[in-house]
């Protein structure tokens, strides 16, 4: 199973959500609902390069992908799933994604 970290307030999560709903391949878990998701999402945040960039500008890195082999991946498509088009709402500070 591949798990999906995200909050239900970022565009780009909602968007992957839409695409793996009652796919019991995926897992979503949202951060925003319980302490105990929230600090198994900084754990792998503060513990992994592969949020060095997320970091550096700020973002907080998601949505998260946990892939079956343990992997951890901010691309959706590493996941077998879409992106969210670069038009629209972002929420970074600065507008450039989360």
């Known amino acids: 199973m591949i798990k999906i970290y995200g909050m239900s307030s970022c565009p780009d999560c909602t968007y992957v959500w839409e695409q793996v709903k009652?796919?019991?391949?995926?897992?979503?878990?949202?951060?925003?609902?319980h302490v105990s998701d929230l600090k198994a999402?900084?754990?792998?945040?503060?513990?992994?390069?592969?949020?060095?960039d997320a970091r550096a500008r700020g973002a907080a890195g998601i949505p998260c992908f946990v892939l079956e082999?343990?992997?951890?991946?901010?691309?959706?498509?590493?996941?077998?799933?879409?992106?969210?088009?670069?038009?629209?709402?972002?929420?970074?500070?600065?507008?450039?994604g989360c």
């Open 69 to 96: 082999d343990g992997r951890v991946t901010l691309s959706p498509e590493e996941a077998g799933l879409r992106s969210c088009p670069a038009e629209g709402q972002a929420c970074s500070l600065d507008g450039s």
């Open 41 to 52: 999402f900084l754990k792998l945040r503060d513990h992994n390069s592969v949020f060095d």
């Open 22 to 33: 009652d796919n019991p391949a995926y897992e979503v878990i949202d951060f925003g609902l």
